[in-house]
């Protein structure tokens, strides 16, 4: 067996937890050397095991975000099932769940019962809408993160209708908040000698995500400039945009309000867009009008050539610009693929490797291991034993349903 030193390695997790917001904390700790055992219902499993991308029994959701855990089947509505987790949390760091409001107390998990069984147990628990909120109570998913946060406004194209996107963004940045969440608190109890409850949500969480954005629009009272942003000030205009090229590939730049005149210099717009009156960019700020042309225009001379050709230049004047890929272009843009931020992981029932997340860290001494999410079940009989169950113990609990 192939021992992992990684940064996390000797942590110990429990996570009754499913989904995505729920797993990934965990899934990265396991990456990084952390023993999990997630906790599912036996028989059945985690509901999202067949979510996803489907290759034979293998779906891409749950491998994604359950890869490098242990599998052990509790039932815990059963006082042999409560048990067994109580044991478990006994030699635990940390126990993880996002249940809905309710269920940990119902079901013997709550902050109160394991912090009097593990006094310095971390407990994280993620919500849809936060403990506090008057919606509370109710479950959630990504899409409430994304509606209710704001979210998806910050990425509208202006006059559409506002809507949710595919990347589940209120989701991951929830797991990375708990992921550090938890850290911190770990850290704190290896201080005191106490544990606590670190509570985070999806909406809590994709409101962070929008950073000094929703701070400028709560201080202004006005809604974010969205699409290509000609944004800063009349006097000091900067400009964020994406446009098309001749075969119609997108390409983004941003400039800032020092760079607008040399940029329009080195692509050869200067005096194409001086002769027509809109090389004072900070005429966007007058009227809509005046920023329409302005982008127009722009959209007319990229369109008059390669998007390697505008990057090129724009890059040796040492100013950013970038290629904008699709899902499928991402995966295999060197910058990606040369950090290992995909690799590729042997699926034996499949009989080929398969791509993957990589990891989005580079330790120098201690690595991340990237593995693949366990069969259902898988490590009950490791698990059980090193609790001081034997074989016939061990058979008893499944003839019993309790595994």
Known sequence: MTVNNGALSGLKIVACSTAQAGTVPYMLMADLGAEVIKIETPGKGDMNRGSGYLMGSTGSFFETNNRGVKSLTLNLKSEKGQKILHDLVKGADIFGQNFRPGVAEKLNFDY?????????????????????????????????????????????????NLRTGVASVADETCAILTFGGILAAYINAQKTGKGQKLETSLVGSAFRLLGWTMTT??????????????????????????????????????????????????????????????????????????????????????????????????????????????????????NIKENNYVTEVWYPELNKNMKVHGTPW???ETPANIKRAPKLGEHNKEILSNLGYDDDQIKDLGEENII
């Not at 919500?127 to 899409?143: I, M």
């Not at 760079?259 to 692509?267: I, P, S, V």
């Open 217 to 334: 629009a709560m201080w202004s009272n006005k809604p974010p400039i969205t699409g290509a942003r000609i944004n800063g000030t009349r006097e000091r205009p900067g400009i964020a945009a994406c446009f098309n090229d001749i075969d119609g590939k997108p390409f983004a730049m941003q400039l800032d309000p020092k760079d607008w005149f040399e940029a329009m210099k080195a692509l050869n717009f200067f005096e194409i867009l001086e002769k027509e009156n809109l090389i004072d960019l900070g005429l966007a700020f007058e009227s809509e009008e005046n920023k329409n042309k302005i982008l127009n225009r722009l959209a007319e001379l990229f369109s008059s050539n390669k998007r390697d050709h505008w990057i090129s230049i724009l890059r040796k004047a040492d100013m950013i610009s970038t290629h904008v890929n699709t899902i499928l272009e991402a995966s295999n843009d060197p």
């Open 362 to 364: 580079k330790f120098s």
């Open 112 to 160: 109160d019962t394991l912090s009097k069984i593990n006094p310095k147990i971390v407990y994280a628990s993620v919500s849809a809408y936060g403990p506090d909120a008057p919606d509370g109570h109710l479950p959630g998913t990504d899409a409430v993160g994304q509606a209710l946060s704001g979210i998806a406004e910050a990425y509208s194209i202006p006059g559409n």
